[in-house]
């Protein structure tokens, strides 16, 4: 697409903004690398049957999630606040649906302070509304995003992709027995 004059005036398509813009140019070179390392850890899992991460992959998984804590959060108290949503969530839902949650934690990249990664598998199809207005309105202070779950775009070794050692992550539900078989 061409530059456009009119008026005596430069326009440039909105296409060309990251050649002028080094934030936007290093937020999409980000998402490239981290493309490329999720790939690396699909690769990796997926060859190895026995790892934790091939199993998780075969579970059934909803919604991927982030929590950008607007508070400077320690991975201790990430860990807290997942266990916490998952109580709140249980204590609301728990009788009328299987709930299970994957998530991990890790430091944010351009602040000090930790985040949040997860999946979410509800198996009761007809409150996936509401529990995920609940999980948005339990971080109200906090920046959630929230996808639709799609294995083929590894987002579940993305979770993962720092490894899984200490606090840093954990699978909680109350339907985990089922999925063991």
């Not at 199809?125 to 529990?131: E, G, S, V, Y």
């Not at 083929?152 to 993305?158: C, P, V």
Request: with cysteine.
């Amino acid at each position: 697409m061409e530059t456009e004059f009119k008026n005596g005036k430069r326009f440039y398509p909105k296409e060309h903004a990251r050649y002028f813009n080094s934030e936007i140019m290093h937020d999409e070179n980000k998402v490239l690398r981290l493309e490329n390392q999720s790939m690396r850890n699909l690769i990796d899992c997926l060859v190895d049957k026995n790892s934790l991460q091939y199993r998780l992959w075969q579970m059934n998984w909803d919604f991927f999630f982030t929590v950008a804590y607007k508070a400077e959060r320690n991975k201790k108290s990430c860990f807290r606040q997942m266990h916490g949503m998952y109580e709140n969530l249980i204590s609301k839902f728990g009788d009328e649906t299987g709930i299970k949650i994957f998530f991990t934690t890790e430091a944010f990249s351009n602040r000090t302070g930790y985040h949040n990664h997860f999946v979410l598998h509800v198996e009761n199809k007809k409150l996936h509304q509401q529990i995920v207005e609940e999980i948005q309105n339990h971080f109200s202070y906090d920046r959630v995003d929230c996808g639709v779950y799609d294995k083929y775009k590894a987002g579940l070794f993305y979770v993962s992709k720092d490894g899984l050692v200490n606090e840093d992550w954990d699978i909680i539900g109350n339907n985990l027995g089922q999925d063991a078989n």
